[in-house]
């Protein structure tokens, strides 16, 4: 065998394609790849791994061989460098590489009719273009292109492997955040400046996992959304309870937003998961501008500074002169004491309390009975209903519009 593959490769030109200047010159490369594990993908750099075995067969008439009970033998990496072998690379690769631990992982095998097999052991980190607007219920199509870096299609053909699976995986193939589904393979030509190339093309569709994100992410949202609404039943007089209460929630919900979109590309649109946390964090600044209403209506204020038993404020006759004549100087001509605001509807209550109507809020003030005490708003009582089941009814239309209606 030694003084045969001597003589096979004692005129042999590695830089010359099998079969140049004879009457075939386009050669034809079977090609076929096993996925042997896969992952990791990275979103924010749009690239995903996997370690593969790419098999790939052609025929090369300098070395035929005949020998008595011989038809194929084996062959060391070494010989590849001594022998013509495609320049396949893949066009979307990114920092793709061949193991060369404890010796390079490659092998060939020559056939008695010319017959070639070369299988190499390969990490392929190629570019895949995610759309994340459903993130993280989203769904991935992650391709791989495999051509000649130099040849054209006059003089190379890249084709599947007819008796073999084109793309071989293994059962239950999974990664920590998708779940591979089938894959499609085609034969395409594409143009280029020096020509048309033949390429391979292979699309792995994969869709994520939705677990890590429900108890890392959604969960903790629910439980902080429905924390801010205890604050509805809590005293109105109870302030800094209240105020600390709503801003806790928003300043904890925007944490995990800042933590989910760190590794995320900065898209120019909202995902999924996006809508969801601005919703959240629209609900608990809600609750927050809900207690700001309740205190604008509220009649017994709490005396600053003075004895704890005290529950009303008492404004001095000075204050009410100076509150008088500003009125006066306006043209107002109100009797703050005396005078008292006719009942008014909801809408305008709601206008005066944005407005910041200091006029309404004073006479109401001044309206309470000594000894008084505050009663639960009216405020408090619809924001225990209306909060809970306008969240309910979003997070019904969410997971429909995302889970059930298809992506296009």
Same mark, same amino acid.
């Given at each position: ?31 076929? #790849? ?38 194929? #033998? ?9 022998? +013509? ?132 992410? #959604? ?9 801010? +609404? ?45 809508? #969801? ?121 969410? +997971? ?9």
């Amino acid at each position: 065998v030694s003084r045969l593959l001597d003589k096979l490769l004692e005129n042999y030109s590695k830089h010359v394609t099998p079969g140049y200047g004879g009457k075939s010159l386009i050669l034809r490369i079977s090609t076929d #790849f096993a996925i042997r594990s896969m992952g990791p993908i990275t979103e924010s750099e749009m690239a995903y791994s996997m370690q593969i075995y790419l098999r790939q067969r052609w025929y090369d008439d300098r070395l035929k061989f005949t020998i008595d009970n011989f038809t194929e #033998f084996t062959l060391s990496n070494k010989v590849l460098k001594s022998i +013509w072998k495609p320049d396949t690379y893949f066009i979307n690769g990114k920092n793709s590489k061949a193991h060369n631990i404890t010796v390079p992982n490659a092998f060939v095998r020559i056939r008695h009719d010319g017959r070639l097999y070369m299988s190499r052991r390969l990490t392929v980190r190629a570019r895949c273009p995610l759309m994340l607007s459903r993130f993280p219920m989203d769904k991935a199509s992650c391709p791989l292109y495999i051509a000649s870096y130099g040849y054209t299609t006059s003089d190379l053909i890249y084709y599947w492997n007819p008796n073999a699976p084109n793309v071989d995986m293994p059962e239950g193939l999974t990664m920590a955040t998708y779940e591979v589904g089938w894959v499609d393979t085609f034969n395409v030509t594409r143009m280029t400046t020096h020509g048309p190339q033949s390429v391979l093309e292979v699309q792995i569709h994969m869709h994520r996992n939705l677990g890590f994100f429900i108890l890392q992410t #959604f969960l903790p949202c629910y439980l902080i959304v429905s924390l801010s +609404w205890i604050s509805f039943w809590i005293n109105r007089d109870a302030a800094p309870a209240r105020v600390l209460l709503g801003v806790t929630t928003i300043l904890s919900t925007a944490q995990i937003g800042m933590s989910v979109r760190e590794g995320l590309p900065r898209v120019p649109y909202a995902t999924a998961i996006d809508v #969801f946390l601005n919703v959240c964090l629209v609900y608990d600044m809600a609750a927050l501008i809900q207690y700001a209403a309740v205190n604008y209506f509220t009649k017994v204020m709490p005396v600053e500074g003075g004895d704890e038993e005290e529950d009303e404020i008492i404004i001095s006759e000075q204050e009410h002169e100076r509150e008088r004549e500003t009125l006066l100087l306006n043209n107002a001509h109100v009797d703050l004491e005396h005078q008292g605001y006719r009942k008014i509807g909801c809408y305008q209550m709601l206008w005066r309390c944005l407005s910041g109507n200091s006029d309404f809020r004073l006479h109401r003030v001044n309206s309470v009975k000594p000894g008084a005490t505050n009663s639960v708003s009216d405020i408090d009582l619809m924001a225990r209903i209306l909060f809970p089941s306008t969240f309910i009814l979003f997070n019904v239309c969410y +997971w429909v519009l995302y889970l059930h209606i298809p992506q296009s």
